[in-house]
């Protein structure tokens, strides 16, 4: 069965720090990969997905980028955090044979002081 | 572009009762996939139930049904024998059918919070 892992669970950060969040899916290869991020009492926010190596698109121009270095890995980082930035970060996965369903991490909480 | 729209930001039943959530879309798409995500306290954002465009029968998983309407683009979920577990915020999500570099991602509702009164 497929997994997805995503961590750290909470990270309190310095305005002006750098930021790395990772995520992992392991039971599948190839599948498309997600970064949302959600505002306290708010939507989620579709901030970059990946449909494969070196595929990123980014749905919100901000300080933050994301990577996806191997097949199964995305990674979501920032050079210098700012405050606007604090949020709850979720990953997920989806691929075809599963009618697209997408499947999510169990999110970090990011808060920046 | 495509457009999810929940327009109750909060509703509450009885434990045990049938609560309805509302979700209502737009598109000029005919394949297309729909989604109900449940997130609990935790923050876990769990699927509920998946309905396919192209079939005409309701989708159901245990307590969970949906009422899909095409031509009205509605579709909502209907949770019976409602419990304390439930509560929650409903997301509804609209996924294109199209496998296209820019097709691959969910449209979310506002969502709806689920009170479960004892």
């Known amino acids: 069965s497929q997994t997805i892992h995503q961590w750290p669970a909470t990270l309190v950060q310095p305005v002006g720090s750098p930021l790395s969040l990772e995520c992992t899916v392991e039971?599948?290869?190839?599948?498309?990969l997600y970064w949302y991020r959600q505002a306290a009492g708010r939507g989620l926010q579709l901030l970059f997905y990946?449909?494969?190596?070196?595929?990123i698109s980014s749905e919100v121009p901000q300080n933050l980028s994301a990577s996806r270095p191997q097949d199964r890995q995305f990674i979501l980082s920032s050079k210098k955090l700012l405050l606007s930035d604090s949020g709850f970060y979720l990953c997920a996965w989806s691929k075809s044979p599963d009618g697209w369903s997408q499947h999510f991490g169990d999110g970090t909480r990011l808060s920046i002081l | 572009a495509q457009t999810v729209t929940q327009s109750q930001p909060e509703m509450s039943v009885q434990e045990a009762e049938t609560v309805t959530l509302s979700c209502t879309y737009d598109?000029?798409?005919?394949?297309?996939?729909l989604f109900w995500y449940k997130q609990p306290p935790s923050r876990q954002m769990i699927l509920v139930i998946r309905?396919?465009?192209?079939?005409?029968q309701n989708a159901t998983e245990n307590r969970f049904s949906v009422n899909f309407q095409k031509a009205a683009k509605s579709f909502s979920l209907k949770i019976s024998d409602s419990q304390l577990g439930d509560a929650a915020m409903y997301f509804c999500?609209?996924?294109?059918?199209?496998?296209?570099?820019?097709?691959?991602?969910?449209?979310f509702g506002t969502g709806t919070r689920l009170t479960i009164i004892p």
């Open positions: 039971g599948t290869s190839n599948p498309n």
């Open positions: 990946s449909v494969g190596i070196g595929q």
């Open positions: 598109t000029s798409e005919s394949d297309y996939y």
């Open positions: 309905q396919e465009a192209y079939k005409q």
């Open positions: 999500a609209y996924r294109s059918g199209y496998s296209n570099f820019g097709n691959e991602k969910l449209t």
